[in-house]
């Protein structure tokens, strides 16, 4: 079982950067794929991007070139570095995790955190 607490969020302008990191506890981090997803109102969870437990990074179309996913298994985190925001990337951020491959949809991921939310104004 894994417990997952997202952070760093918050209210930012177009263009400005931001960092959300996930913080893991319970066992076998490292076995895990973990994933980035995000939901705006009215709208579906739609992937962000996704690390596996060997390192492969993946990303959606929207968001490639500016979001960056990275995990440190010694200090149990996943991050997720967000630069050149958009209005369009506001949503509540959630952090998941997950044994199947290639991890690339919800059902995919057993456990998850609560959520992070990300505003970015014009």
């Given at each position: ?46 992937l ?15 968001v ?39 991890g ?17 104004s014009?």
């Amino acid at each position: 079982q894994v417990q997952l607490v997202e952070s760093g969020g918050g209210l930012v302008q177009a263009g400005d950067s931001l960092t959300l990191s996930c913080a893991a506890s319970g066992r076998n981090f490292n076995a895990y794929n973990i994933a980035w997803f995000r939901q705006a109102p009215g709208n579906e969870r739609d992937l962000v991007a996704r690390i596996t437990s060997g390192f492969n990074t993946f990303y959606g179309i929207s968001v490639k070139g500016r979001f960056t996913i990275s995990r440190d298994n010694a200090k149990v985190t996943v991050a997720l570095q967000m630069n050149s925001l958009k209005p369009e990337d506001t949503a509540l951020y959630y952090c998941a995790a997950g044994d199947i491959l290639p991890g690339l949809r919800r059902y995919e991921y057993n456990y998850w955190g609560r959520g992070t939310q990300v505003t970015v104004s014009s």
